[in-house]
């Protein structure tokens, strides 16, 4: 295994790969975990080396071990601490076996067989530790052999291609207190409708969280819209700004990121704007919830400016019941306000000559 | 360890000054927030505290790593029952790997108290510092009242070393000044409540 190094220049020290069926909430009926270590001569290896190579690029959710008795303690963390600092295969794979039944008693039948399979590598004190799923998927292959075209069908295979292709990397000096961060890939977290089958992997399996909290992600969020609304260049531009605002109102359960809130609500030009604007591509990418309280503390009013030196303050939520908005054929806007009067205030102004 | 310390200190300063505007504008509109500090530890403080030796042996072999109040944050609100209430905004903004209600082990003492945290430093503030070597990963958040914090802050002034063995009647007038804080803070509050009970019922 030592002289399997990687272009990056990391040395794999073990690497590890489990049948894993889905064994929560069921009698197992015979099914169990099957695992071995995986020799660098298997073709598989080379495979599995590539995806070690890339994952810093691909995992781009960032993550954080939890610790749910607060007392900085994580069962996964401690396998990984164990895989990393023990001297000889068989430790790193007790512990990597014990990951391997652990993702299987949180795996059910809507995400079925997998493969779960671990990379260590090392490069000077640098340790990588690559955790991936593959789920099973079947499949046709085709084979060229003295002119003849062989198809063949495999029941069960693993692709990384697949949206239900799992990572999980941590890169870290090992010590008593390292391994606590690391970065994810989860192609179903942010797409798709049943959240319950789409953390299983971070959440259950990891016991780990999004390091941005909804509170600080929603804070961070509304920061940058405030900028660009700023910073938009016409009104067309600061009413798309404002409609993405409105559409995100219903989905403070769901799993998001600024990434994907600027793909759907924005057009091309403003995503690739916002882009540049967050230069730090982990927290564009980074997955958290919207927090409906700081939303509504951080965005629940819509300042709107008319020429005539009027200025309304509008709930951002009930914009479009209390404001109405026409088009005129000069191509303004018109602007109307209804609701009942309340109450009537003097401010300051600007000073006039009268 | 010196020279690796001198090499991110400006980065542990911009840290901490991250931390204050971001643990300001999340309380700036809670009542009862007398003030909000976040400090960097002296070098002279990192190196001893890395410097500990257990059972002959080091107690931190990565003390950057394992450190975890080389960045530290102090929020002192006004009543004790405030400590509850930041605590949750707090917990739901950070996560936290670590709390600690710290108090005197016997009912009959009186000495140190304050809810300690243990929080991922929250990776936007991290931001352009990840990757350099030695950047710490946590930082620790004190929650006191305002008699916590000044009995702390003057046993701390003291100059007494933690766990140095003091003799009976010092060990009694720092007792003394821990009871008076002790006895303010329930008295405020009670107070408080009082007070809040009689604008419902008024």
Known sequence: MNDSTSEQGFEVKFAFVAWVPPLKLKDKNGLQ???????????????????????LGDCKTEIQFKSPQLNQSNVVRSHILDIVS?????????????LAERLASVTDERSGNGLFVIVEGQKLQTTRILLNRFRSDEVVFTRHSKQEL??????EAFTKRSRFYKSALFEDIPSNGSFWRGFAIDKQIVANTNREISSYWITDFLNAQSAITSVQGTMNFAKAMKTFLQKADSLAEKEQIISALLGLKNKTDKPISIESICRDYLSDDLYQRFKVYFRDDYFFNSVFTLDPDTYQSELGSTIVGLENGLIITAPTFDYKKCVKEELLPDGATQVSLSGK???????KGKRVEL | MTDFYDAIEADLKNIAASLHDNLFHLLERVEHVDRIATRVKACMSFLDKAGKVVDNKPKYKKPFQEIQDILGARIVVFYKGDIEYVSKII????????????IPEDENEFGYEGLHYVLFVPPHILGQYRGVPNIPTFFELQIKTLYQHSWAQGEHGLGYKPGAQLDRDTKRKLAFVAAQSWGADEMLETLYQQIQRGKVNN
């Open chain 1, 150 to 155: 062989i198809i063949g069908f495999l029941d």
């Open chain 2, 91 to 102: 917990e739901k903004a950070y996560n936290p790997v670590e709390k600690q209600q710290l």
């Open chain 1, 33 to 55: 975990v099957e695992s071995r270590i995986l020799d660098a001569k298997n073709k598989a290896f080379n495979y599995f080396l590539n995806i070690f190579e890339r994952a």
């Open chain 1, 341 to 347: 009067l309340q109450d009537k205030k003097l401010a």
């Open chain 1, 86 to 98: 023990s001297k000889t295969q068989k430790r790193k794979e007790k512990s990597a076996r014990a």
